[in-house]
Nanobody, 123 residues
Framework: QRKLVESGGGSVQVGGSLRLSCSTP???????MGWFRQAPGKGREGVAV???????DYALTVKDRFTITRDNAKNTLYLQMNYLRPEDTAMYYC??????????????????WGQGTQVTVSS
């Protein structure tokens, strides 16, 4: 099983920024990659996904605040998070699989994900 490893989480104040990284060794450029999150007591929520053709889909709750990018040469996926809000507090997971199109909802059915990194936003 290929291992995805997230990093970059932490605690910030409202309006702050964080950049999450995910090491994706063994996942070629043909894979779709994305991020989902889960807050305590809540279900998983898709955040952003990027397909192998570069197309991207964001959840409306993060659009215009978060940016997903991938560097296939470095086997790394990123999530730049700006203007963070308390409701962004959650465990963030990197995920990957083949997909036909970038869709942040269907991304939740991907087969591979990491251990997660905690993001806490305080007011």
């Amino acid at each position: 099983q290929r291992k995805l490893v997230e990093s970059g989480g932490g605690s910030v104040q409202v309006g702050g920024s964080l950049r999450l990284s995910c090491s994706t060794p063994g996942y070629t450029e043909k894979y779709c990659m994305g991020w989902f999150r889960q807050a305590p007591g809540k279900g998983r929520e898709g955040v952003a996904v990027i397909a192998d053709d570069g197309s991207i889909d964001y959840a409306l709750t993060v659009k215009d605040r978060f940016t997903i990018t991938r560097d296939n040469a470095k086997n790394t996926l990123y999530l730049q998070m700006n203007y963070l809000r308390p409701e962004d507090t959650a465990m963030y997971y990197c995920t990957a699989d083949y997909c036909l199109a970038a869709n942040y909802v269907t991304m939740l059915s991907f087969d591979y994900w990491g251990q997660g990194t905690q993001v806490t936003v305080s007011s």
